[in-house]
Protein backbone atom coordinates (compact mmCIF):
# COMPACT_ATOMS: atom_id res chain seq x y z
CA UNK A 1 0.00 0.00 0.00
CA UNK A 2 0.96 3.52 -1.23
CA UNK A 3 -0.04 6.70 0.91
CA UNK A 4 -1.60 9.35 -0.56
CA UNK A 5 -1.56 12.67 1.34
CA UNK A 6 -2.31 15.85 0.21
CA UNK A 7 -0.09 18.17 -2.64
CA UNK A 8 2.54 19.48 -0.94
CA UNK A 9 2.70 17.82 2.01
CA UNK A 10 5.09 14.74 3.03
CA UNK A 11 3.17 11.42 3.13
CA UNK A 12 3.72 11.25 7.39
CA UNK A 13 2.48 14.78 7.62
CA UNK A 14 -1.14 14.53 9.78
CA UNK A 15 -2.40 18.23 7.93
CA UNK A 16 -5.96 17.92 9.87
CA UNK A 17 -4.93 16.53 12.92
CA UNK A 18 -3.62 13.56 14.74
CA UNK A 19 -6.63 11.25 13.94
CA UNK A 20 -5.38 7.89 13.19
CA UNK A 21 -5.89 7.90 9.69
CA UNK A 22 -4.19 8.55 6.35
CA UNK A 23 -6.24 10.93 4.13
CA UNK A 24 -5.93 8.25 1.25
CA UNK A 25 -4.14 5.41 0.24
CA UNK A 26 -3.45 3.27 -3.31
CA UNK A 27 -3.19 -0.32 -3.73
CA UNK A 28 -2.64 -1.10 -7.26
CA UNK A 29 -5.08 0.34 -9.51
CA UNK A 30 -6.76 1.82 -6.70
CA UNK A 31 -7.39 4.62 -4.29
CA UNK A 32 -10.00 5.16 -1.30
CA UNK A 33 -9.49 8.26 0.60
CA UNK A 34 -10.30 8.93 3.90
CA UNK A 35 -13.84 11.14 4.51
CA UNK A 36 -12.79 14.94 3.39
CA UNK A 37 -14.19 17.41 5.07
CA UNK A 38 -14.55 21.26 4.72
CA UNK A 39 -11.37 21.86 6.03
CA UNK A 40 -8.13 23.55 4.40
CA UNK A 41 -5.42 21.13 4.39
CA UNK A 42 -2.92 23.82 4.30
CA UNK A 43 -4.35 25.87 6.79
CA UNK A 44 -6.32 23.09 8.98
CA UNK A 45 -8.97 25.88 9.32
CA UNK A 46 -12.64 25.01 8.79
CA UNK A 47 -13.02 27.33 5.29
CA UNK A 48 -16.42 28.76 6.21
CA UNK A 49 -20.04 28.33 7.22
CA UNK A 50 -22.08 27.89 4.28
CA UNK A 51 -22.75 24.42 2.85
CA UNK A 52 -21.47 25.44 -0.45
CA UNK A 53 -18.30 26.53 0.07
CA UNK A 54 -17.53 23.38 2.62
CA UNK A 55 -19.07 21.00 0.15
CA UNK A 56 -16.48 22.37 -2.72
CA UNK A 57 -13.90 22.09 -0.08
CA UNK A 58 -14.25 18.42 0.59
CA UNK A 59 -14.95 17.39 -3.22
CA UNK A 60 -11.75 19.85 -4.16
CA UNK A 61 -9.54 17.66 -0.84
CA UNK A 62 -11.06 14.24 -2.95
CA UNK A 63 -9.75 15.70 -6.43
CA UNK A 64 -6.35 17.00 -5.01
CA UNK A 65 -5.57 13.62 -3.41
CA UNK A 66 -6.20 11.34 -6.66
CA UNK A 67 -4.78 13.94 -8.51
CA UNK A 68 -1.46 13.06 -6.18
CA UNK A 69 -1.83 9.40 -7.34
CA UNK A 70 -2.32 10.17 -10.57
CA UNK A 71 -6.14 9.71 -10.95
CA UNK A 72 -9.03 11.93 -11.70
CA UNK A 73 -12.55 12.49 -10.35
CA UNK A 74 -13.74 10.76 -13.79
CA UNK A 75 -12.11 7.47 -11.98
CA UNK A 76 -14.17 7.33 -9.24
CA UNK A 77 -16.27 4.40 -8.99
CA UNK A 78 -18.38 5.01 -5.67
CA UNK A 79 -18.80 7.82 -3.34
CA UNK A 80 -20.41 8.26 0.61
CA UNK A 81 -21.53 11.51 1.37
CA UNK A 82 -22.40 12.65 5.33
CA UNK A 83 -24.82 15.58 5.48
CA UNK A 84 -25.55 17.16 8.89
CA UNK A 85 -29.06 19.08 7.30
CA UNK A 86 -31.00 16.88 4.90
CA UNK A 87 -32.17 20.15 3.92
CA UNK A 88 -29.27 20.52 1.97
CA UNK A 89 -29.50 17.38 -0.18
CA UNK A 90 -30.52 19.69 -3.63
CA UNK A 91 -27.41 22.05 -3.27
CA UNK A 92 -25.67 18.65 -2.95
CA UNK A 93 -26.55 17.73 -5.88
CA UNK A 94 -26.03 20.77 -8.00
CA UNK A 95 -22.44 21.01 -6.54
CA UNK A 96 -21.73 16.99 -7.16
CA UNK A 97 -22.69 17.89 -10.99
CA UNK A 98 -19.52 20.23 -10.78
CA UNK A 99 -17.21 17.80 -9.87
CA UNK A 100 -18.37 14.60 -11.62
CA UNK A 101 -20.00 13.45 -14.55
CA UNK A 102 -22.53 10.81 -16.25
CA UNK A 103 -22.29 8.11 -15.97
CA UNK A 104 -21.65 9.42 -12.33
CA UNK A 105 -20.21 6.99 -9.63
CA UNK A 106 -22.67 4.95 -7.74
CA UNK A 107 -23.20 7.43 -4.46
CA UNK A 108 -24.87 6.58 -0.56
CA UNK A 109 -26.13 9.75 1.40
CA UNK A 110 -26.52 9.70 4.62
CA UNK A 111 -27.77 12.44 7.26
CA UNK A 112 -25.34 12.27 11.06
CA UNK A 113 -23.85 14.67 13.01
CA UNK A 114 -19.95 15.75 12.30
CA UNK A 115 -17.63 16.84 15.16
CA UNK A 116 -16.87 19.22 15.48
CA UNK A 117 -20.32 20.36 14.73
CA UNK A 118 -19.71 23.53 12.42
CA UNK A 119 -18.33 20.88 9.92
CA UNK A 120 -22.00 20.28 7.43
CA UNK A 121 -20.80 17.64 5.25
CA UNK A 122 -17.79 14.56 4.74
CA UNK A 123 -17.49 12.74 1.91
CA UNK A 124 -15.22 9.75 0.78
CA UNK A 125 -14.33 8.17 -2.57
CA UNK A 126 -13.13 4.77 -4.16
CA UNK A 127 -11.79 5.37 -7.63
CA UNK A 128 -10.19 2.77 -9.69
CA UNK A 129 -8.27 2.96 -13.07
CA UNK A 130 -6.48 0.12 -14.88
CA UNK A 131 -3.30 -0.08 -15.50
CA UNK A 132 -2.12 2.66 -13.15
CA UNK A 133 -0.69 0.62 -10.08
CA UNK A 134 2.52 1.01 -9.26
Not at 78 to 88: H, I, N, P
Amino acid sequence: MQIVNYPGHPPESRPLGPAPLTPALRRGDWVMTSGQVGIDPDTAQIVGPGFAEQAHRAFANIRALLSNAGMEMSDVMKVTVFLTRAGDFAELNDIYRSYFSEPYPCRSTLIVALQPASLLIEAEATAYRPGSGA
